[in-house]
Structure formats: structure tokens, C-alpha cells
């Protein structure tokens, strides 16, 4: 069943169409102005080697970001919660633009750290506005088909992005040719936004749907608005599940953050490949994220009965081995085995990752703190994702490839071992407390005959 398929007028169906149509050619659109640096790296490498940009340079400047992003997500995921996914969404996609510009149009380190890092923290506010638009206008039933295919957005959007760019590359276009192409490009693309996304159903004269009714604010879960400040943050500081799906966000964040930027870079250096070709070639980490999205969430909901701990156990027990293989390569003899790896890394990892701020953030939020959840689940990863930049960089600068997948095999150790806490702790207690209530006899009646 599609997500327009919720119950509802054939107008708010409509509308809702309309919504994961725009929300996802949006946030795939944010991923033009953040895939375009990791493609124009090899280029930047190039053309200021000479002045002491290394790869060690670029990847402090990609931590600068990261970090910046991070402290975005923390607190406007927040903000979002009181002003409105629809403000932030837009505005996000501005933003973006002009920090865009800034950066092809700058020369020096100085210039290229300001300008990534003024464009982190503005990307920040795409997701979490993107839950909060989806809070209003999906039933809970909905929320895992919807996000399944609200994450394809950055999966594929990074896909498109490096195929694009990456073709440009090839025809000859300069580095700064690759940042004013991708501000171009995110610019059309928020004025087609500007006219289709709407705050949600009450925009069009529709009823907003039901919220999960187990979220971690009870019946004030339905509320778009906090009370306060207070009153918004305390279920999820006091929830030990939640604390659980921060750390597993973490490590995934730092394991995908590195595959994301340092592809193209390993695939030309390991796998032997051109700039131009690497950078199209790193197109298959996130088409298979994205395959990876659909068959977790399948599974998921078919086979383990919305049991996500017991998938993402089961992809990351895998992917420790997968990394660990990554690592014992120093110099490929042809680039087939790297893709292959790089393929199946994606394809383990990026479904159990989509779980964390997505339906969970939804599920535990409901419509007054959904931006919050994923904005929380968000900034606990990407502070560990600030060393996929400075620090996968200088390992690789130091020790090589091999080592860097060393390194992430075991971050991907101890993420499997939250992520078993997670379904031990809170997925099956949960189902051994619905099992008890279910063998309790009901209470007797008063006057009841014995």
C-alpha cells in the first residue's frame, strides 16, 4: 500500500502524494550542495597541492562541518518544533545556495572552512523539517512506508548528484564549475518546493491524522506545539531506549559519513580509478543504501514483526566482516573488488541506519517533538561523524586505506553491540510485557458471581 493510500479524502490523499513527491525531491536536492565537495576533492587536491592542501586539510575541514552540522541538528531540531517544518525546509534550501556560491567563489583554506561549515549548519535544518512536515500529515500507521521512501531521498539524491556532477567533471568543468553547477541546480528545485510543500492538511482544509498513540508524551503527543522547552526535552533524556538509538546513531553516522566523503578519493587511489570515474563509480554506495532502506524495512515489518533491533543485528554482524575485508587491501589489482565491497557496506549498513532518525524519531515524537527525536538521533551521530572527516583523513594521509577500514570494522563492532543491547533491553521486554498482558486474566467484576 502506497502512503497515499491512508485513509482519508481522495483530496487529502491527493495532497499527500503531492507531499512525498516534494519532500523527497528536496531533501535529494539538499544532497547537491553536500555531495558536490566530496566530487570536486580529487580536483581541489590538484589544483592546491602545491600550497599545502592534502588530504589531511580537506578532512579538517570536513570535521569543521560535521561538527557545525551536528551542533544544527541539536538545536534546530528544536526550533523547528515551535516555528514549523515548512519555514525551516525552505529556508534550509536558501541557505544552502548562498553558502554554495561562497565556496566556489572562495581560494584558501580559511575561505573553504567558513563557507562548508556555514553550509552544514543551514543543511541541518532539511531533515528534522522534513519529519515535522511528515508528523502532520501521516497517520502512524503510515510512518514506516512513508519514511522508507522519504529516506530514498538522500540516497538517491547523493546517487543523482555524484552522476551528475561527476559528468561534469569528465566534460572538463573546473572545481568551481561543480559548486555553481550544484547551487544552480538546488535553486530551481526550492522554487518548485516553495509552490507544493504545505505545513500540513489544515493548509489545504483537511483533518490532520492520528499520532502513535505510544509516544513518549501520552495523549500530548498530538499536539504540533511544546509547552516548553522543558516539557519537550525530558521524555527523551529520561527514555533508556532512546538513549540506545543515540549511540547506534553514532557509530552508523561515522561509518556512512566516511564511506560518503572519502569514496571517490579511495576508489582513485585504491581501486586506480580517474577522478571523473570515481566519482560517478561512488554513486553505487548510495543506490545500494537505498536498496538497502526498502529490503530493511521489508523486513522489518514482515519478517521480524517491527522488530528493528533484530535487523539491524543482523546486517551489522556482516558488516564488521565486510569492513575487516576492506582493511586487508592496501592496492587493488582491478577495481571490481573495492566496487563489490563498497556495494555490499551500503547495502548492510544504510537500512539499519534510516531506522534511527526516521519511523523511531516519528514513532517516540509523535507530532510535538518528531523534529526533536530526529534531531537528537542526528547530532549524537554526526558529533561521531566529525572524525569521518579530520580523522579518516589523517589516517589514510598516515597509514593508508587498510587501516581506515581496520578502524571501522571496529567502531562497527561496538555498534552491533548497542544495537543487540537495544533489541534485548527494548524490543523483546517490550514483547514479553505485551505477552504477560495478554496471559493476565482480567480483574473480576464488583457484584461478579465466582
Same mark, same amino acid.
Given at each position: ?9 481522495? +483530496? ?163 572545481? +568551481? ?274
Amino acid at each position: 500500500m502506497s502512503p497515499a493510500a491512508s485513509p482519508g479524502s481522495a +483530496r487529502l490523499r491527493t495532497w499527500q502524494r503531492i507531499t512525498v513527491s516534494a519532500l523527497t525531491l528536496g531533501y535529494a536536492g539538499y544532497y547537491f550542495c553536500r555531495s558536490n565537495f566530496s566530487i570536486a576533492t580529487p580536483l581541489l587536491l590538484d589544483a592546491f597541492g602545491e600550497e599545502g592542501l592534502d588530504k589531511e586539510t580537506i578532512g579538517l575541514i570536513v570535521s569543521a562541518g560535521v561538527f557545525f552540522y551536528a551542533i544544527g541538528k541539536l538545536f534546530n531540531g528544536m526550533l523547528c518544533d515551535f516555528i514549523g517544518g515548512r519555514k525551516m525546509f525552505l529556508f534550509g534550501m536558501v541557505g544552502s545556495i548562498g553558502a554554495t556560491v561562497l565556496f566556489g567563489a572562495g581560494t584558501g583554506v580559511a575561505v573553504f572552512a567558513v563557507a562548508w561549515s556555514l553550509n552544514r549548519l543551514i543543511q541541518s535544518m532539511g531533515w528534522g523539517a522534513l519529519v515535522k512536515i511528515t508528523s502532520n500529515w501521516f497517520s502512524y500507521q503510515r510512518y514506516g512506508t512513508v519514511m522508507g521512501l522519504l529516506s530514498l531521498s538522500y540516497l538517491f539524491g547523493d546517487a543523482v548528484a555524484r552522476l551528475v556532477l561527476g559528468g561534469l567533471v569528465n566534460l572538463g568543468v573546473g572545481w +568551481r564549475g561543480v559548486f555553481y553547477a550544484a547551487a544552480g541546480i538546488l535553486g530551481v528545485i526550492a522554487l518548485v518546493d516553495y509552490f507544493l510543500v504545505k505545513a500540513g492538511p489544515q493548509d489545504i482544509g483537511e483533518p490532520e491524522p492520528d499520532v502513535n498513540p505510544h509516544n513518549l508524551y501520552g495523549a500530548a503527543g498530538g499536539q504540533a506545539r511544546p509547552a516548553s522547552l522543558k516539557a519537550l526535552l525530558k521524555p527523551f533524556l529520561t527514555s533508556v531506549g532512546f538513549w540506545l538509538v543515540m549511540i547506534m546513531s553514532l557509530g552508523l553516522t561515522m561509518i556512512r559519513e566516511s564511506f560518503n566523503f572519502w569514496t571517490p578519493t579511495y576508489l582513485t587511489e585504491v581501486a586506480g580509478l580517474s577522478a571523473g570515474d570515481a566519482a560517478q563509480y561512488s554513486l553505487l554506495f548510495p543506490f545500494f543504501g537505498g536498496l538497502s532502506v526498502l529490503l530493511a524495512g521489508w523486513l522489518a515489518d514482515r519478517a521480524a514483526g517491527a522488530r528493528r533491533g533484530v535487523v539491524m543485528v543482523g546486517a551489522l554482524l556482516p558488516l564488521v566482516f565486510v569492513l575487516g575485508g576492506m582493511g586487508l587491501i592496501q592496492t587493488a589489482a582491478t577495481a571490481t573488488v573495492p566496487l563489490l565491497l563498497v556495494s555490499l557496506a551500503a547495502l548492510l549498513m544504510i537500512g539499519p541506519y534510516s531506522f534511527l532518525a526516521g519511523a523511531i524519531s516519528l514513532d517516540l515524537g509523535g507530532k510535538q517533538g518528531s523534529s526533536t527525536a530526529a534531531g537528537l538521533a542526528d547530532s549524537a551521530g554526526y558529533f561521531g561523524g566529525i572524525l569521518s572527516g579530520w580523522g579518516i583523513g589523517a589516517i589514510a594521509q598516515r597509514s593508508g586505506w587498510d587501516a581506515v577500514f581496520l578502524v571501522l570494522a571496529g567502531i562497527a563492532a561496538l555498534t552491533l553491540v548497542a544495537a543487540f543491547l537495544y533489541w534485548r533491553v527494548q524490543e523483546r521486554g517490550r514483547a514479553a510485557g505485551a505477552a504477560s498482558e495478554v496471559e493476565q486474566p482480567p480483574p473480576s467484576q464488583p457484584g461478579a458471581q465466582g
